[in-house]
């Protein structure tokens, strides 16, 4: 069964910051993109940031550009999302998601903050910043 388990969250101060883990289980991370995703309060889903299996791309929203980085450690079948500088409006439910097997699950494609674009879901890890 495959699954994707968030960890790392919790209650942070403005500029302080966090490292989110996401981990596979029931596949291998190796030939897939991942992608992180963020639910405010009363706000839809947005893509954060999304890094590729095939030549270790990354990309990453305008908001968080510069703040966050996003990496892999494929021996250990994680992602990571280390978050940086963070402010207020970075609070939300943090979600890892992976695309359904296809020719280009190792890509992150030009629509991949598009919830639509992925299938699997983790359970999401909470992030609050506040003071």
């Known amino acids: 069964q495959l699954q994707l388990v968030e960890s790392g969250g919790g209650l942070v101060q403005p500029g302080g910051s966090l490292r989110l883990s996401c981990a596979a289980s029931?596949?291998?991370?190796?030939?897939?993109?991942i992608g992180w995703f963020r639910q405010a309060p009363g706000k839809e889903r947005e893509g954060v940031s999304c890094?590729?299996?095939?030549?270790?791309?990354?990309y990453y929203a305008d908001s968080v550009k510069g703040r966050f980085t996003i990496s892999r450690d494929n021996a250990k079948n994680t992602v990571y999302l280390q978050m940086n500088s963070l402010k207020p409006e970075d609070t939300a439910v943090y979600y890892c998601?992976?695309?359904?097997?296809?020719?280009?699950?190792?890509?992150?494609?030009?629509?991949?903050?598009?919830?639509?674009?992925?299938?699997?879901w983790g359970q999401g890890t909470h992030v609050t910043v506040s003071s």
């Open positions: 890094i590729s299996s095939s030549d270790g791309s990354t």
């Open positions: 998601a992976a695309p359904l097997i296809s020719a280009v699950e190792g890509m992150c494609v030009m629509t991949w903050t598009e919830s639509k674009e992925w299938t699997y």
């Open positions: 029931g596949f291998t991370l190796d030939y897939k993109a």
